[in-house]
């Protein structure tokens, strides 16, 4: 990921966007953090996926519509949204060739290790693809039809 640059295009003030820049990584880390660990506890796939759009939303609020649109695009979103529902599905199909929707064909691991569910975690991860992609997209569609409701006389 390029770093943000300090130009001047809209957006809030300084002090929002050195926090920004300083906190947007985390917040990603964060996201990833709790996908990895969804399947032990409160967490997975849905809040991870709506902490990674938050992020990139995040951006938008400090920075403008531009820049976050040149970090994370309407179509790279739109991209994360189908592979996530692409993988949720092959998923299911994938177990139904073994005689069971969704049935389980990876082993077990051992209780609390991080690839101790199953297909669990390929199911948080494909949720959590298409929630972040889905979440930013619907901001960002709310965030244009915003602005072009502004430049209208």
Known sequence: MKPIERKDEGGMTLIVKTVTR???GL?????LYILVHGH?????????GVILALSFI????AFGR???AEKFSDRTAGTLLGLGALLFVAIALFGYAGRGFFLNFLPKG?????????????CEAAIYLAVGGGLYTVF??????????EEEP
């Open 140 to 149: 960002s569609a709310l965030v244009s039809s915003a602005q072009d409701a």
């Open 27 to 31: 917040i990603l880390l964060f996201g």
């Open 66 to 68: 531009k820049t976050a």
């Open 22 to 24: 300083l906190t947007v």
């Open 40 to 48: 032990h506890g409160p967490g997975g796939g849905f809040s991870g």
């Open 58 to 61: 995040h951006l938008m609020l």
């Open 110 to 122: 051992d209780r609390f290790a991080v690839l101790s569910g199953g297909i669990i975690p390929l």
